[in-house]
């Protein structure tokens, strides 16, 4: 499934940040549908720049992927006074144990979700719905092309690789 759209969640003093959509007044993380040739970190930071006028510009970490809708995590963030646009009724910083009503479906479904561990996001680059690097944690993952473990040929535009499975990092790394 292809990426189509972004969001953060933002974390802070045991805190998230949600907004009140104005389409259908439900509460959700501040995201948007990615522009053209964009990639979802930049639609994402894009998108809260637009909706609560804060540009956050530290690494983000891919938190969920639900329905081709990719949450990033914040959870180094320093509390910030938003200033919204007209997309958005009002935001807020709220406890998880206290979140206003209704919520997004999106936002249940995330929460919800197991967060996306190491090789999932391994293979998110690999599948192309996320770019290649992507911030993990205190790391970052990139798509590489692993040469010297088999035999390739190329063909001016084909190349043909083979690498022996001995040779494979682990079954379940590269499922």
């Not at 501040?30 to 510009?57: H, I, N, Q």
């Not at 949450?71 to 997309?87: G, S």
């Not at 473990?149 to 063909?155: A, D, E, K, L, N």
Request: proline share 6%.
């Amino acid at each position: 499934m292809k990426t189509y759209a972004a969001g953060i969640l933002f974390k802070s003093g045991g805190k998230i940040f949600l907004v009140k959509r104005g389409d259908d007044g439900s509460w959700a993380v501040p995201g948007g549908k990615l522009e053209e040739g964009e990639t979802p970190e930049a639609a994402a930071k894009r998108e809260v720049l637009e909706e609560c006028g804060f540009d956050y510009s530290a690494p983000l970490t891919p938190h969920t992927l639900i329905d081709g809708y990719v949450t990033y995590l914040a959870d180094d963030a320093e509390q910030f006074d938003a200033v919204l646009n007209d997309e958005n009724q009002a935001c807020g910083w709220f406890s998880p144990d206290e979140l206003p009503e209704p919520l997004h479906p999106g936002m249940v479904a995330m929460l919800d979700a197991e967060p996306l561990n190491e090789k999932d996001v391994a293979g998110l680059i690999a599948g192309g719905q996320l770019t290649s690097p992507q911030f993990f944690r205190n790391m970052y993952l990139w798509a590489l092309r692993i040469t010297g473990t088999g035999v390739t040929w190329r063909s001016k535009f084909r190349q043909y690789a083979y690498r022996s499975p001995e040779n494979y990092l682990t079954d379940d790394f590269l499922a």
